[in-house]
């Protein structure tokens, strides 16, 4: 299924099914040549590496949202938190495992902490602050390569951008920077017509998208439109659909991780509101998507939460 499909497109430099994740076949091809293992081995590799480098991206950002000064307190107190995200039964289970959404799940992580990285620069009045928000803007754009997944997290952003700034609009040529790199970004998906027209065809040819009918076909996952009518009405049917998300979400922490999860949503809403404000839409909105997306494999959808 999609894990022997992971293990193999990006070593042949195939194209994989919709929405073609490019970014992960270039990486992961780059990553297959490693000579430890067989293919198969080394992708299932690459998920735990991703996976790894996802908590430790969580440990930084929870550093920037903890108040605590004694350096040796506040780092035991983020490793908490990036440990509680590597133990939890989704990421675990997707780190042994070749999977697209164990890469997803680090760009997640890394454009979160470049822009708490940004706001740090900002309030510290660096004159290179802007660099962050542009290395964002990057990692968003590849991200998107990866797992269009990536691109609900938008909204979130877009408060962000204005918790930080709120003149944010009138630094036009920062905003234009970051537009073009994340166009540069996006362009991984150059990837799927430039291999579809190269010979010989790869030996996993989905869709064969050597046409813009087919590529948009691939790209834009038109082949999985029946499993997107629920978005027509995302909150009928609430309750079933939260039954099966919490009972998703109770697995991730055992005893009292909850409440602690909670603890800390209360005093992070009080002492950082607009970053409770931004990590909250994260999310929400990928609670909302996974709720209603049919996927045979939902549970590691919720990762991101």
Same mark, same amino acid.
């Given at each position: 299924w999609d894990t022997a499909e992971a293990q193999t497109v990006p070593y042949t430099l195939s194209i994989f099914h919709p929405t073609g994740f490019p970014t992960y076949t270039l990486i992961g091809w780059a990553w297959s040549q490693i000579p430890i293992g067989e293919v198969a081995w080394r992708m299932n590799l690459f998920s735990a590496v991703c996976v790894a480098l996802a908590a430790g991206l969580v440990t930084l950002i929870t550093g920037h949202l903890i108040a605590e000064r004694h350096r040796l307190v506040r780092a035991a107190a983020a490793g908490v938190g990036g440990a509680a995200f590597a133990f939890a039964a989704e990421p675990w289970e997707n780190a042994t495992r070749a999977d697209v959404h164990a890469l997803n799940v680090f760009f997640v992580a890394l454009v979160i902490w470049l822009l708490f990285s940004w706001r740090a620069a900002e309030r510290a009045e660096s004159p290179r602050a802007g660099r962050w928000?542009?290395?964002?803007?990057?990692?968003? !754009?590849?991200?998107? !390569?990866? =797992? @269009?997944?990536? !691109?609900?997290?938008?909204?979130?952003?877009?408060?962000?951008?204005?918790?930080?700034?709120?003149?944010?609009w009138r630094r036009w040529r920062?905003?234009? !920077?970051?537009?073009?790199l994340l166009a540069l970004g996006l362009s991984t998906y150059a990837y799927i017509p430039i291999r579809a027209a190269?010979?010989?065809? @790869?030996?996993?040819?989905?869709?064969?998208p050597d046409s813009w009918e087919r590529f948009r076909y691939l790209v834009f996952a038109e082949q999985f439109e029946s499993l997107f009518e629920n978005f027509e009405r995302p909150f009928a049917r609430l309750g079933p659909k939260w039954? =099966?998300?919490?009972?998703?979400?109770?697995?991730?922490?055992?005893?009292?991780?909850?409440?602690?999860?909670?603890?800390?949503?209360?005093?992070?809403?009080?002492?950082?509101?607009?970053?409770f404000v931004f990590l909250g839409l994260v999310i929400a909105t990928n609670l909302v998507y996974s709720m209603n997306f049919e996927d045979g494999d939902i549970d590691r959808y919720y990762m991101v939460t």
């Amino acid at each position: 299924w999609d894990t022997a499909e992971a293990q193999t497109v990006p070593y042949t430099l195939s194209i994989f099914h919709p929405t073609g994740f490019p970014t992960y076949t270039l990486i992961g091809w780059a990553w297959s040549q490693i000579p430890i293992g067989e293919v198969a081995w080394r992708m299932n590799l690459f998920s735990a590496v991703c996976v790894a480098l996802a908590a430790g991206l969580v440990t930084l950002i929870t550093g920037h949202l903890i108040a605590e000064r004694h350096r040796l307190v506040r780092a035991a107190a983020a490793g908490v938190g990036g440990a509680a995200f590597a133990f939890a039964a989704e990421p675990w289970e997707n780190a042994t495992r070749a999977d697209v959404h164990a890469l997803n799940v680090f760009f997640v992580a890394l454009v979160i902490w470049l822009l708490f990285s940004w706001r740090a620069a900002e309030r510290a009045e660096s004159p290179r602050a802007g660099r962050w928000l542009a290395a964002a803007a990057l990692a968003f !754009g590849v991200g998107m !390569g990866n =797992h @269009p997944l990536l !691109g609900l997290m938008a909204p979130a952003i877009a408060i962000w951008l204005l918790v930080v700034d709120r003149f944010i609009w009138r630094r036009w040529r920062l905003i234009l !920077g970051c537009a073009a790199l994340l166009a540069l970004g996006l362009s991984t998906y150059a990837y799927i017509p430039i291999r579809a027209a190269l010979e010989p065809e @790869p030996p996993l040819f989905y869709a064969r998208p050597d046409s813009w009918e087919r590529f948009r076909y691939l790209v834009f996952a038109e082949q999985f439109e029946s499993l997107f009518e629920n978005f027509e009405r995302p909150f009928a049917r609430l309750g079933p659909k939260w039954a =099966h998300a919490e009972a998703v979400l109770e697995l991730q922490f055992f005893g009292p991780g909850w409440l602690a999860a909670a603890f800390g949503a209360a005093t992070l809403a009080v002492r950082r509101a607009g970053a409770f404000v931004f990590l909250g839409l994260v999310i929400a909105t990928n609670l909302v998507y996974s709720m209603n997306f049919e996927d045979g494999d939902i549970d590691r959808y919720y990762m991101v939460t």
